[in-house]
């Protein structure tokens, strides 16, 4: 009985660490895989509605990550897309593999042992005709039943041809709040800033916000997100509140891991 009392909380401990749980559909947490561990992460990030009658995209990432160090992470994606829309001459579907990317995670202080759980994360994406870096400070704070995680995001994408190549700017703001209703299930809410500049000036700036809930086990987990566009602060559309030009009305994420 004393030998299973001190194994158990080892098993515990073994099973916790090796899956690097999200709270957050969109919001990074500082956490990482530990040394040699492995995980295959499914996303699908549902994007609805724009000022046509009908427009539905679906993005789709497979995600192999891999834990290099105790502090070091590393991923790679592959991407897809199938969009579907209707400006009023038809019905029109499209797929397209949307190219591969590569992800490196560093985490410099844990959210539960220190007072502020810090990393940086960095993902190249390349296609046949576009590339795009995104860098990410992550801040989180975990306690007993609560998780806080900030997201501070710099992407540039360079469209690519062989006259001239064209770049887009965008910065980003995160913010996740989620509370452990139970040891496998939580719920919260996410506010996502999202910034699109032209010439070193916003011209679309429009705020998303809605609820997430996870659910996870010591082998697996999964994450849902549901964000509403709320406002545009820049690049409205007409006499709507919203900007649907670069963004849309509703954007829903879907996350599911195992370990491997």
């Not at 009908?54 to 990432?61: C, E, K, M, Q």
């Not at 192999?64 to 502090?71: D, Q, S």
């Not at 549901?226 to 963004?247: M, Y």
Request: aromatic share 14%.
């Amino acid at each position: 009985m004393k030998k299973l009392l001190l194994v158990l909380p080892a098993l515990i401990f073994i099973c916790s660490s090796y899956s690097n749980e999200r709270k957050f559909g969109y919001t990074y947490q500082s956490l990482v895989l530990g040394k040699g561990n492995k995980e295959l992460e499914i996303w699908t990030t549902a994007r609805i509605g724009k000022d046509i009658p009908y427009y539905s995209a679906i993005d789709n990432r497979m995600e192999f990550e891999w834990g290099i160090t105790n502090k070091l992470q590393t991923a790679f994606y592959l991407n897809f897309r199938n969009t579907s829309l209707d400006a009023g001459t038809g019905m029109e579907t499209e797929f397209e593999f949307e190219g591969i990317s590569s992800e490196w995670k560093y985490q410099f202080s844990s959210p539960s042992k220190d007072p502020i759980g810090f990393a940086l994360y960095s993902e190249l994406g390349l296609n046949t005709d576009e590339a795009e870096l995104e860098a990410k400070l992550i801040f989180d704070k975990r306690t007993k039943k609560h998780t806080f995680a900030l997201n501070l995001v710099f992407e540039n994408e360079w469209e690519l041809s062989s006259s001239k190549s064209e770049s887009e700017k965008k910065l980003e703001g995160d913010f996740g709040w989620s509370y452990d209703i139970s040891k496998s299930f939580s719920a919260g809410i996410e506010v996502r800033n999202h910034n699109i500049l032209e010439e070193g000036e916003i011209e679309h700036s429009v705020l998303f916000a809605g609820p997430v809930f996870s659910f996870s086990q010591p082998t697996w987990w999964a994450t849902l997100t549901v964000l509403p566009q709320i406002t545009a602060f820049k690049g409205k559309t007409g006499d709507s509140n919203l900007s649907l030009e670069d963004h849309e009305k509703i954007e829903t994420r879907f996350l599911f891991s195992f370990r491997l």
